[in-house]
C-alpha cells in the first residue's frame, strides 16, 4: 500500500464514509416514506426524536422489542436476493410487539458489513422501510457499520428494534381463561425461524438455490425467501374490536413453544391439526429430513404464524373481520385446563 504525504487514510484501511454517505442520500426517500403522526426528525441526526402527544396517546407505556433475521440471511447472501430480508427485519420485531397489545411507532435499523455495497445496501434498507409502510410504523434512524476484517466478502448482518406504545392498563395477555377460542391466521412460508434446520435439509436434499423449488414455482432460494408476513394492522383491529385476550406469534419454538407464552397459569390449549392444511413447503421439509410431527410443531410455524386468543362469543365476530382484512383465518381449538399445548388429529 502507498500513502500520500499526509499518511495512511481511513479509506486505506478500507472504511469508506463517502460510501456511507451515499446510502444516507440514496435511503433517505425511502426512510421519509414511512412517516406517521409523532415523527419530529428526519435521518442524519445523533439521535431520532419522537411525540407520543402527538401520536395521540394520553398515558402511554412504551414497549420494546429486537430481533434480526437469523440464518435466513445466508440465502439471501448467497442468491444476491437481498430485496425481502428488511420486511423480515420488521416483521420479526413488531409481530412480538403487538402480541403485548402496542402499537408500533417507530424502527431503527443496525446494518453491519465487511465492505460497504451502497446498492445491496440501499435494497436492503428498503425493504426495511417497506416493512414499516405496511405495519404503520416510522423508520427514524439506524446505524451503518462497515467493518474490513470481521465478515467476508459480501457478507453482512442485519438487527433492528422497534418501539410502541398502548394506553395504560391495556397490555396483552389479559383475561385468558378456558373455553376461549384460538384462531389461526395463516403464515406464507417458513418466515424468519429454523433457518440452520431449513438448510441443512436443503444440503440434505441436494438441492441448489438456483434449482427449480420442488413445492413452488421458480427457484427454491426464492421461494426460502418469501418475506414473514406482517400482522400488525390486522392484529390490532381485532384488537380494538374488542374480545381478544391474547396474540401469540408463531416464531422459533413452533406452535408447542409460543402458544403457551399467553396462557397464564392452570392454563392449557387444544389443538386440531386438521383444522388447516399444511403448506407445501412444511411437507417438504418433513419428508426430506424424515422429521416426525412433535419436531416439526416445536421448530415450525407449520403454516401458523399468529393466533388469536378470543372469548368464545366474540370469535365469530373476529373471524368476519380478520378474513375481511385478507387473513387466511382457521379455527384452531380451545383454551383448556392443565398446562402446555395437546393436539389432536394429523399435521402430517
Given at each position: 500500500?502507498?500513502?500520500?504525504?499526509?499518511?495512511?487514510?481511513?479509506?486505506?484501511?478500507?472504511?469508506?464514509?463517502?460510501?456511507?454517505?451515499?446510502?444516507?442520500d440514496?435511503?433517505k426517500?425511502?426512510?421519509?416514506?414511512?412517516?406517521?403522526?409523532?415523527?419530529?426528525?428526519?435521518?442524519?441526526?445523533?439521535?431520532?426524536?419522537?411525540?407520543?402527544?402527538?401520536?395521540?396517546?394520553?398515558?402511554?407505556?412504551?414497549?420494546?422489542?429486537?430481533?434480526?433475521?437469523?440464518?435466513?440471511?445466508?440465502?439471501?447472501?448467497?442468491?444476491?436476493?437481498?430485496?425481502?430480508?428488511?420486511?423480515?427485519?420488521?416483521?420479526?420485531?413488531?409481530?412480538?410487539?403487538?402480541?403485548?397489545?402496542?402499537?408500533?411507532?417507530?424502527?431503527?435499523?443496525?446494518?453491519?458489513?465487511?465492505?460497504?455495497?451502497?446498492?445491496?445496501?440501499a435494497?436492503?434498507?428498503?425493504?426495511?422501510?417497506?416493512?414499516?409502510?405496511?405495519?404503520?410504523?416510522?423508520?427514524?434512524?439506524?446505524?451503518?457499520?462497515?467493518?474490513?476484517?470481521?465478515?467476508?466478502?459480501?457478507?453482512?448482518?442485519?438487527?433492528?428494534?422497534?418501539?410502541?406504545?398502548?394506553?395504560?392498563?391495556?397490555?396483552?395477555?389479559?383475561?385468558?381463561?378456558?373455553?376461549?377460542?384460538?384462531?389461526?391466521?395463516?403464515?406464507?412460508?417458513?418466515?424468519?425461524?429454523g433457518?440452520?434446520?431449513?438448510?441443512?435439509?436443503?444440503?440434505?436434499?441436494?438441492?441448489?438455490?438456483?434449482?427449480?423449488?420442488?413445492?413452488?414455482?421458480?427457484s427454491?432460494?426464492?421461494?426460502?425467501?418469501?418475506?414473514?408476513?406482517?400482522?400488525?394492522?390486522?392484529?390490532?383491529?381485532?384488537?380494538?374490536?374488542?374480545?381478544?385476550?391474547?396474540?401469540?406469534?408463531?416464531t422459533?419454538?413452533?406452535?408447542?413453544?409460543?402458544?403457551?407464552?399467553?396462557?397464564?397459569?392452570?392454563?392449557?390449549?387444544?389443538?386440531?391439526?386438521?383444522?388447516?392444511?399444511?403448506?407445501?413447503?412444511?411437507?417438504?421439509?418433513?419428508?426430506?429430513?424424515?422429521m416426525?410431527?412433535?419436531e416439526?410443531?416445536?421448530?415450525?410455524?407449520?403454516g401458523?404464524?399468529?393466533?388469536?386468543?378470543?372469548?368464545?362469543?366474540?370469535?365469530?365476530?373476529?373471524?368476519?373481520?380478520?378474513?375481511?382484512?385478507?387473513?387466511?383465518?382457521?379455527?384452531?381449538?380451545?383454551?383448556?385446563?392443565?398446562?402446555?399445548?395437546?393436539?389432536?388429529?394429523?399435521l402430517?
Amino acid at each position: 500500500m502507498t500513502t500520500g504525504k499526509n499518511g495512511i487514510t481511513y479509506a486505506e484501511a478500507g472504511v469508506d464514509i463517502d460510501a456511507g454517505n451515499a446510502l444516507v442520500d440514496r435511503i433517505k426517500p425511502a426512510a421519509k416514506r414511512t412517516d406517521r403522526p409523532g415523527v419530529m426528525s428526519g435521518l442524519g441526526g445523533f439521535g431520532a426524536l419522537f411525540d407520543l402527544k402527538a401520536a395521540g396517546y394520553s398515558d402511554p407505556v412504551l414497549v420494546a422489542a429486537t430481533d434480526g433475521v437469523g440464518t435466513k440471511l445466508r440465502i439471501a447472501i448467497d442468491t444476491g436476493n437481498v430485496d425481502g430480508v428488511g420486511i423480515d427485519l420488521v416483521a420479526m420485531c413488531v409481530n412480538d410487539l403487538v402480541c403485548q397489545g402496542a402499537e408500533p411507532l417507530f424502527f431503527l435499523d443496525y446494518f453491519a458489513t465487511g465492505k460497504l455495497e451502497t446498492e445491496s445496501a440501499a435494497r436492503i434498507v428498503e425493504g426495511i422501510a417497506e416493512g414499516c409502510v405496511q405495519s404503520g410504523c416510522a423508520l427514524i434512524g439506524g446505524e451503518t457499520a462497515e467493518m474490513p476484517g470481521m465478515y467476508p466478502k459480501g457478507d453482512f448482518d442485519l438487527a433492528g428494534f422497534a418501539v410502541g406504545a398502548m394506553e395504560r392498563g391495556t397490555a396483552l395477555p389479559d383475561g385468558v381463561a378456558e373455553g376461549d377460542v384460538l384462531l389461526g391466521l395463516a403464515s406464507n412460508g417458513v418466515h424468519s425461524n429454523g433457518y440452520s434446520l431449513v438448510r441443512k435439509l436443503v444440503e440434505i436434499s441436494g438441492l441448489g438455490w438456483e434449482d427449480a423449488c420442488p413445492f413452488a414455482e421458480g427457484s427454491l432460494g426464492a421461494a426460502l425467501l418469501t418475506p414473514t408476513r406482517l400482522y400488525v394492522t390486522q392484529a390490532l383491529s381485532a384488537v380494538r374490536a374488542g374480545g381478544v385476550h391474547g396474540l401469540a406469534h408463531i416464531t422459533g419454538g413452533g406452535l408447542t413453544e409460543n402458544l403457551p407464552r399467553v396462557l397464564p397459569e392452570g392454563l392449557g390449549a387444544e389443538i386440531d391439526l386438521n383444522a388447516w392444511e399444511l403448506p407445501p413447503v412444511f411437507r417438504w421439509l418433513s419428508q426430506t429430513g424424515g422429521m416426525v410431527e412433535a419436531e416439526m410443531l416445536k421448530t415450525f410455524n407449520c403454516g401458523i404464524g399468529m393466533i388469536v386468543v378470543c372469548a368464545a362469543d366474540r370469535a365469530a365476530a373476529l373471524e368476519d373481520l380478520l378474513t375481511q382484512a385478507g387473513e387466511g383465518v382457521s379455527r384452531l381449538g380451545t383454551v383448556t385446563a392443565g398446562e402446555g399445548v395437546s393436539y389432536t388429529g394429523a399435521l402430517l
